[in-house]
């Protein structure tokens, strides 16, 4: 349950001394967050974001920590704006978060289309911008930093976790082991990378990417982890151009970055089974046997579909990005500093409008934080009512 806007307001003018805060309003709460927009005298508007569960206020603080270590010299290296931390504030168990709002507006995979010429381009490009920025970024924060190897092994680890509930078809298990065995694709130099990289991360005006939020998995790793998500979207001419403007603006020969990220995007499903499993959650473990089959169909149908250097075409994932929907980082273990160990922990929140009733169920309500909030400043009411707002 989200908290009164105007409670969250008069909160955040205790996290960032000065704050004139003279309206607010519900910015997409959920279970996880009260989220609010609060406007400020000067006509900019900031978000205030208080978490409400122990995974959540794990990725707020982490979020925090890698917008930190986007220093000003970083940002001015991306061809976007990324949020910035302004102030903190005690709420009991949980800390509000006041951060700068971005502005454009939230994209939808279903955006990236011929109906918006030059936006996959965009994507690209902003993808490409992370990519090449300096590690150093992620390793002077002290951030987590995984290896070509480390990477392989892990996804190894989830592969055999996988194979071991007996639920996975048998020509996946081919696919994926044909895939992780295969040298080619695991020669790769790690990047700086998002982590998290869903389609409701970006702000987007026209064709234009203005924004990119949602940092909280920022590290060392694999590429292709951040153009996964395009393999959800059908349309595959967008997705060729997505994919080819951030080869042209890396300029390097990761020629199997492709295969990698739609790996990714396969293995997605497998991590949602172990989560059911994990959870003993029976609805969870039918709606990932469900994608799993919608995938093995597509397989079958088609006997060049392996993932392998030779094979450049994109996996039709549109079923699988509906039903796993946006990321989140919900439930990773403590030890954040080694994440790589803990993927099978990773779900994905629904899309809106997607399908959600699983994703629903598997919200942690064993670790609800009730914050300590203030009680709501009847001026700020009246403030964002106009009716007494003193200038």
Same mark, same amino acid.
């Not at 670790?367 to 009680?375: N, R, S």
């Given at each position: ?149 480390? %990477? ?114 396969? %293995? ?48 039709? %994932? ?74």
């Amino acid at each position: 349950m989200s908290s009164n806007p105007f409670t969250l307001a008069a909160l955040a003018t205790t996290a960032v001394p000065g704050l004139d805060v003279v309206g607010a309003t519900d910015d997409g709460s959920d279970e996880h967050r009260s989220v609010v927009a609060a406007q400020l005298a000067g006509g900019e508007t900031v978000q205030a974001v208080l978490p409400r569960s122990i995974s959540a206020l794990r990725s707020a603080k982490e979020h925090a920590s890698a917008l930190a270590a986007l220093t000003l010299a970083t940002r001015s290296r991306l061809p976007f704006e990324v949020p910035t931390v302004l102030g903190t504030a005690d709420a009991g168990r949980s800390t509000l978060f006041v951060i700068s709002r971005l502005g454009g507006t939230t994209m939808l995979l279903s955006d990236i289309s011929p109906a918006r010429p030059g936006l996959a381009v965009s994507i690209g490009q902003a993808i490409a911008a992370i990519h090449e920025l300096p590690t150093s970024v992620a390793s002077d924060a002290g951030l987590a930093h995984e290896s070509a190897q480390t %990477l392989r092994t892990r996804l190894l680890g989830t592969f055999d976790r996988a194979a071991e509930t007996g639920s996975v078809p048998a020509a996946l298990l081919q696919r994926w082991e044909a895939a992780l065995g295969d040298d080619r694709l695991w020669q790769f130099k790690p990047t700086l990378v998002h982590g998290d990289l869903q389609a409701p991360a970006f702000r987007v005006e026209g064709a234009a990417v203005v924004g990119l939020d949602g940092w909280h998995a920022l590290s060392i790793g694999d590429p292709a982890r951040d153009l996964a998500f395009l393999l959800g979207s059908g349309e595959f001419g967008s997705v060729d151009e997505a994919f080819d403007a951030h080869a042209a603006a890396r300029g390097i020969g990761d020629r199997q970055v492709r295969q990698r990220a739609m790996l990714h995007a396969e %293995l997605d499903i497998a991590r949602w089974l172990l989560h059911g499993v994990d959870r003993s959650d029976g609805s969870i473990i039918e709606d990932a046997k469900g994608m799993l089959a919608g995938l093995v169909a597509r397989v079958d149908s088609d006997p060049g579909a392996a993932i392998a250097p030779q094979h450049l075409e994109t996996m039709d %994932l549109t079923g699988v990005q509906a039903y796993l929907g946006e990321a989140a980082s919900a439930d990773r273990p403590a030890d954040a500093g080694t994440p790589a160990e803990q993927e099978t922990d990773v779900i994905q929140n629904p899309l809106p409008g997607g399908r959600t009733g699983a994703a629903a169920r598997d919200l942690d309500r064993t670790d609800v934080i009730e914050p300590a909030l203030p009680a709501a400043d009847p001026t700020q009411q009246e403030r964002a009512d106009g009716s007494s707002a003193e200038r």
